[in-house]
């Protein structure tokens, strides 16, 4: 697939901000070329547009060349200029999965880009011949969150391969939650095909949703469009600092991760044995959806318990599902204390 016919020409023919880091990037005594206030107090420059020692870190992490990794505020950031990039407003139309993570229809809207919805299975699987059929020519963007927000569930691995091989545009794999999975991650296809884009995050598992940094990785083709788009300076000092301090320590995050996932499973089991619990879905990410014989009753009694999760009820298959991160082990048991209170 050429990509470079699926950008929007405007795109393809802008040329990027050049700012003063842009155009002088080795090493200097006198920087008097960004109108920076001169005296020092740690924040006073301007941050490296490119992020060059983070990206370097998260390269020998991730194993994928530096020129293959985009950094956002947020993943939002990321979504929201692929939609930019690819769909050509009040024309063009992206296709997700239904029920799935919120951001990609509400940066569609942004964007005045149409969203077309497949639903999933009623047990939150996901259907490659559904995505495709419903696809147009219009189409430009594939947007596949595995594990899923807000089911959970890691989706077939074949069934992804079979979009990203069939589809003719775009295909973004939104694995924000791949370091809870079992699933390996599609990051090594990114040799194989050239429309895949990977997303991944701060937010979650590293335990830094407050700084606000997202990844994108892609063909070098597609993150070089990311860069020319985004905003010069899109990534501030103090988040870069912070990334590299958890990055200097991935063996806590691991430690975490685990403790995470074993404290999913006892909640799992806990949550089972309840008489108001319908269904407890499998996850693969560090959440839990439930099905409860009446959720919304329960929802507020939670909230007059101070104990605050997230009523699904109304999504696509979600009748009666409460979404429930997983805590400490402390905010776990009082969860499931308050809700033995209230089936009592
Ligand atoms: C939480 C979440 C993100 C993270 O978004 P950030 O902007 O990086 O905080 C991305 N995708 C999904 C599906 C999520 O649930």
């Not at 050429?2 to 080795?26: C, H, M, T, W």
């Not at 569930?153 to 791949?178: C, H, L, P, R, T």
């Not at 082990?329 to 209230?342: C, M, Q």
Request: glycine share 4%.
């Amino acid at each position: 697939m050429d990509i470079l016919k699926k950008v929007r020409p405007n795109i393809l023919k802008l040329q990027a901000y050049s700012s003063a880091r842009d155009e002088f990037e080795g090493t200097g005594d006198v920087f008097l070329d960004a109108n920076e206030n001169p005296f020092q107090n740690g924040l006073n420059r301007y941050p490296d547009p490119y992020q060059r020692e983070l990206k370097n870190r998260i390269s020998t992490l991730k194993n994928k060349p530096a020129d293959q990794i985009f950094l956002g505020n947020g993943s939002d950031e990321a979504i929201d200029l692929i939609i930019r990039i690819f769909c050509e407003p009040g024309k063009d139309n992206l296709i997700i999965s239904d029920p799935s993570y919120g951001m990609y229809q509400v940066s569609a809207a942004i964007n005045n880009v149409g969203v077309q919805k497949v639903a999933l299975t009623e047990d939150f699987e996901f259907k490659a011949a559904d995505m495709l059929q419903q696809a147009d020519q219009n189409t430009k963007i594939a947007f596949i969150c595995s594990p899923n927000n807000p089911s959970g569930n890691a989706f077939d691995v074949k069934e992804i391969e079979q979009v990203i091989q069939n589809f003719d545009g775009i295909v973004v794999i939104d694995e924000a939650y791949s370091d809870f999975s079992s699933l390996p991650s599609f990051l090594p296809q990114l040799n194989t095909y050239k429309n895949l884009v990977v997303l991944q995050t701060f937010s979650k598992a590293w335990g830094l949703a407050g700084v606000r940094l997202g990844m994108a990785f892609s063909s070098s083709e597609i993150i070089a469009l990311m860069n020319k788009v985004k905003p010069p300076y899109n990534i501030n000092s103090l988040t870069q600092v912070e990334a590299l301090k958890v990055l200097a320590d991935p063996a806590k995050v691991q430690q975490e991760i685990r403790n995470i996932l074993e404290e999913r499973g006892a909640l799992e089991a806990d949550l089972a044995q309840l008489n108001l619990v319908e269904k407890v879905f499998p996850s693969e990410a560090n959440f839990l959806l439930v099905k409860f014989q009446n959720a919304q009753p329960l929802f507020e009694y939670l909230i007059s318990k101070n104990i605050i999760i997230r009523n699904r009820t109304n999504v696509m298959h979600g009748r009666n599902c409460l979404r429930i991160t997983i805590g400490t082990r402390e905010e776990n048991k009082a969860l499931l204390a308050a809700i033995k209170e209230f089936e009592a």
